[in-house]
């Protein structure tokens, strides 16, 4: 008795701090899921989340920890899907066959004020003005990072942060310690860090300028020279010994008034300048650009727009290791290098129903081993691969949703979603293997349920 009795003045401490900690469960349900490149395909997601936070002086903490069921299938979904993508999923005894799960833990905490914070985050990142972004984006799975904003004055802002990536390439020298005697076995991935600066510049009310810095590396825990925040990475890679894969982008935001911003974003991943302006080029780029309008046609309302445009070459390196990506997923642009899309939302509210009407219209093409080997030995006198000739995956998507706060600790959303998708299923990497890929069309009722206790 007297054990417990000494956790007392610890409790008594805990609780009487701004702690809270709060349940949540959320159901949901689609009748032909988008994600899936199968047809007629039911899913229900439950998930039991416990979420705590705590907010005192500088100190801010947000964390989720829970666990999540997939009922009606076993596989990942499509990585050709705007949601975000899922890390470990199992299946493990004790379930049906048609299920899986996953379980989710991840943390903000970060001390300082609104305008300068250090952090320490396993979480998601989004850099950039765009709804899908061409430099960091969520659709990696939400991982670990550190770094810090910072004012430096009232219109220029900074950033700084290093993570850790999943590689998903396995690295030989455990794979024999993490064998049992039954012969089964751990797969162990070759480390991939990243990191990333990126500076904001205001000098106008209605001009913003910013410009931001990648680097990927691997095979060793951290490189202190990329923990230097202000020096530029593209030189120190070669200090290093050039084995690092960088990429730089820069963006515009005009904004005319409150209500209305436009925006354009250019990404680079390599540039040979005296071929610049020929067909055989070592230009790697991506682009984006797009605009958003608050109260259109009707009060409280939001209308944004915005294409996006890659390279078959960006994203991707010579050295398979340092590619942009974790745990299979890009960490820019969702659909990836070698892609496009034309995306479109409107959202507006009646009372307390919130309505928002999504399209996205993308395409995609091949992503082999002979493309990233011709890319390095550009210019030469092979001929010049045509964008999207080796084949394609094409898919549109409409959303049309209502979300409605019932209580105060209940949420509904309703949806329907059609989808028209050519080639689904498509692997870029090997777009031989499946000769004859189905057409289809998807549509899908889906209801959402959250209840926070």
């Given at each position: 008795?007297?054990?417990?009795?000494?956790?007392?003045?610890l409790?008594?401490?805990?609780?009487?701090?701004?702690?809270?900690?709060?349940?949540?469960?959320?159901?949901?349900?689609?009748?032909?899921n988008?994600?899936?490149?199968?047809?007629?395909?039911?899913?229900?997601?439950?998930?039991?989340?416990?979420?705590?936070?705590?907010?005192?002086?500088?100190?801010?903490?947000?964390?989720?920890?829970?666990?999540?069921?997939?009922?009606?299938?076993?596989?990942?979904?499509?990585?050709?899907?705007?949601?975000?993508g899922?890390?470990?999923?199992?299946?493990?005894?004790?379930?049906?066959?048609?299920?899986?799960?996953?379980?989710?833990?991840?943390?903000k905490l970060?001390?300082?004020?609104?305008?300068?914070?250090?952090?320490?985050?396993?979480?998601?990142?989004?850099?950039g003005?765009?709804?899908?972004?061409?430099?960091?984006?969520?659709?990696?799975?939400?991982?670990?990072?550190?770094?810090?904003?910072?004012?430096?004055?009232?219109?220029?802002?900074?950033?700084?942060?290093?993570g850790?990536?999943?590689?998903?390439?396995?690295?030989?020298?455990y794979?024999?310690?993490?064998?049992?005697?039954?012969?089964?076995?751990?797969?162990?991935?070759?480390?991939?860090?990243?990191?990333?600066?990126?500076?904001?510049?205001?000098?106008l009310?209605?001009l913003?300028?910013?410009?931001?810095?990648?680097?990927?590396?691997?095979?060793?825990?951290?490189?202190?020279?990329?923990?230097?925040?202000?020096?530029?990475?593209?030189?120190?890679?070669?200090?290093?010994g050039?084995?690092?894969?960088?990429?730089?982008?820069?963006?515009?935001?005009?904004?005319?008034?409150?209500?209305?911003?436009?925006?354009?974003?250019?990404?680079?991943?390599?540039?040979s300048?005296?071929?610049?302006?020929?067909?055989?080029?070592?230009?790697?780029f991506g682009?984006?650009?797009g605009?958003?309008?608050?109260?259109?046609?009707?009060?409280?309302?939001?209308?944004?727009?915005?294409?996006?445009?890659?390279?078959?070459?960006?994203?991707?390196?010579?050295?398979?290791?340092?590619?942009?990506?974790?745990?299979?997923?890009?960490?820019?642009?969702?659909?990836?290098?070698?892609?496009?899309?034309?995306?479109?939302?409107?959202?507006?509210?009646?009372?307390?129903?919130?309505?928002?009407?999504?399209l996205?219209?993308?395409?995609?093409?091949?992503?082999?081993?002979?493309?990233l080997?011709?890319?390095?030995?550009?210019?030469?006198?092979?001929?010049?691969?045509?964008?999207?000739?080796?084949g394609?995956?094409?898919?549109?998507?409409?959303?049309?949703?209502l979300?409605?706060?019932?209580?105060?600790?209940?949420?509904?959303?309703?949806?329907?979603?059609?989808?028209?998708?050519?080639?689904?299923?498509?692997?870029?990497?090997?777009?031989?293997?499946?000769?004859?890929?189905?057409n289809?069309?998807?549509?899908?009722?889906?209801?959402?349920?959250?209840?926070?206790?």
């Open positions: 008795m007297n054990k417990y009795i000494l956790f007392l003045p409790l008594v401490i805990a609780f009487s701090q701004p702690l809270s900690i709060s349940p949540e469960l959320t159901y949901q349900y689609e009748s032909d988008e994600q899936y490149a199968i047809e007629g395909l039911a899913v229900q997601d439950y998930e039991l989340i416990i979420i705590g936070q705590y907010n005192k002086d500088k100190l801010n903490i947000l964390s989720r920890m829970g666990y999540h069921l997939l009922d009606g299938v076993r596989s990942k979904p499509s990585n050709f899907t705007r949601q975000q899922l890390h470990w999923v199992e299946h493990p005894p004790g379930i049906a066959d048609d299920q899986s799960n996953y379980y989710v833990a991840d943390l970060e001390y300082g004020d609104s305008a300068s914070f250090f952090y320490f985050n396993k979480w998601d990142q989004h850099w003005p765009g709804v899908n972004s061409l430099t960091i984006s969520n659709k990696i799975p939400r991982f670990f990072h550190f770094g810090f904003k910072w004012q430096l004055q009232e219109n220029i802002r900074f950033e700084y942060f290093h850790k990536l999943k590689s998903g390439i396995g690295d030989i020298n794979s024999s310690q993490f064998t049992d005697l039954r012969g089964g076995a751990r797969s162990f991935d070759i480390t991939r860090n990243i990191a990333g600066h990126r500076l904001e510049w205001q000098p009310k209605q913003i300028i910013s410009g931001s810095e990648l680097i990927t590396y691997a095979n060793r825990s951290i490189e202190l020279t990329y923990l230097l925040p202000f020096v530029p990475f593209f030189p120190i890679q070669t200090y290093v050039e084995t690092d894969n960088v990429i730089m982008s820069g963006d515009v935001q005009f904004i005319p008034n409150e209500d209305l911003r436009f925006y354009g974003v250019f990404l680079m991943d390599e540039w300048p005296p071929y610049t302006f020929d067909k055989d080029n070592r230009n790697w682009w984006q650009t605009f958003e309008w608050q109260d259109a046609i009707l009060p409280k309302s939001r209308l944004r727009m915005e294409y996006t445009w890659t390279d078959h070459r960006i994203y991707r390196h010579r050295f398979p290791v340092n590619d942009f990506y974790s745990w299979g997923y890009p960490v820019g642009f969702w659909a990836g290098p070698h892609a496009q899309e034309l995306y479109a939302d409107y959202s507006f509210s009646v009372g307390d129903n919130h309505f928002e009407i999504m996205s219209n993308a395409k995609r093409g091949i992503l082999t081993d002979s493309l080997a011709d890319q390095y030995s550009r210019p030469n006198d092979d001929p010049i691969y045509e964008r999207f000739s080796g394609t995956e094409e898919k549109k998507v409409l959303l049309l949703s979300n409605r706060d019932i209580t105060e600790s209940l949420n509904l959303n309703v949806s329907y979603t059609f989808v028209d998708w050519e080639n689904a299923g498509f692997n870029p990497s090997d777009p031989q293997a499946d000769a004859d890929l189905p289809i069309q998807k549509h899908s009722m889906g209801i959402a349920i959250r209840y926070g206790f």
